[in-house]
């Protein structure tokens, strides 16, 4: 073979070569970059496999408003209120149905099941729920208390790994308090605040605690001399209430037989010697809006504004 054809062979070679070896890197190349799916995670109950994007979410712990933030739509929701997908919730949750309420454990199974979930989330006050549940979908219990919104929130996004986008929501929603406290603190001063709650035997003075933890960790309001501020309430009589003295009262009406108890309280003594009553410094809150809107980012998010806005135009 003459040298010059010997040349041009191996040029040949030296192509083809090249040629299938790019094919074999291009076939290889999306095993590479394929994303695993599935993730091993660690919840109250232990560990559990679950996929690493979920499409169908059945939520019954009440993270539907964390899940929303994060873009994850639930298929099944138990953010409800007697029954019903939570009023503020209901333009975000058109199609999702109710299984059941989120503060215990009266979950309905069947509309669980044929909600066809590839993960289930459950709060820490559903545990004995865990084991009917793990058998239809791979199954997650949140450690953290109900109440506890901002870990809740931090659970949830590290669930998802989207810890990033939690601490921005929450970066945000600081924000936006610190020019509301700001507003409030030149618009009110010194003037102290107090969150009362009507129940069928005894008055709750509420602390640290859902909407009351708004007006006065959040928004910054003086609570009223004899507040638990440490604490989530504390169960007062009739008697008891004497010894506040608000500038401001809000109230909530828990209703049925607290009606009753209201209608009593507003005819005695106690309440027309009340200093905010006097001063028609009252603030009635909806047993919906306490039980609904107060713990969870977008709820808590909306009562900003709405606290906000009804104490600055009454200045």
Known sequence: MKKGTRIVLACLIAAVTAVFAGCGSNQTAPEADKKPATRVVKHLMGE?????????????SGAAEELLILGHKPIATANTYKTKVMSHLTDKLP??????????????MEAVIEAK??????????QKLYEQMAKIAPTVVLETDMDKWRDKFKEIGRLFGQEEDVNKWLAGYDEKTKGMREQLKQAYGDQSFMFLAVT????RVYGNY?????????????????????????????????????????????????????????????WKSNKAVQQNHLYEVTNETFNTKAFGPLGKEMLLDEIGGMLLKKQ
């Open 117 to 126: 979930p590839d993960l289930i989330i459950m709060n820490n006050r559903q």
């Open 200 to 203: 069928p035997k005894l008055f």
């Open 48 to 60: 559990v496999t679950i996929p690493a994007e979920p499409k169908r979410i059945a939520d019954v």
């Open 95 to 108: 199609d999702v149905k109710p299984v059941g309420w989120m503060w215990d454990d009266s979950i309905n």
């Open 210 to 270: 859902g909407y009351a933890d708004i007006l006065f960790t959040d928004l910054g309001l003086k609570p009223a001399e004899g507040t638990p501020a440490d604490k989530t309430m504390e169960m007062i009589e009739l008697e008891g209430l004497t010894k506040f003295q608000p500038d401001h009262l809000f109230l909530v009406n828990f209703g049925g037989k607290a009606d009753e108890v209201y209608a009593e309280l507003k005819k005695s003594p106690v």
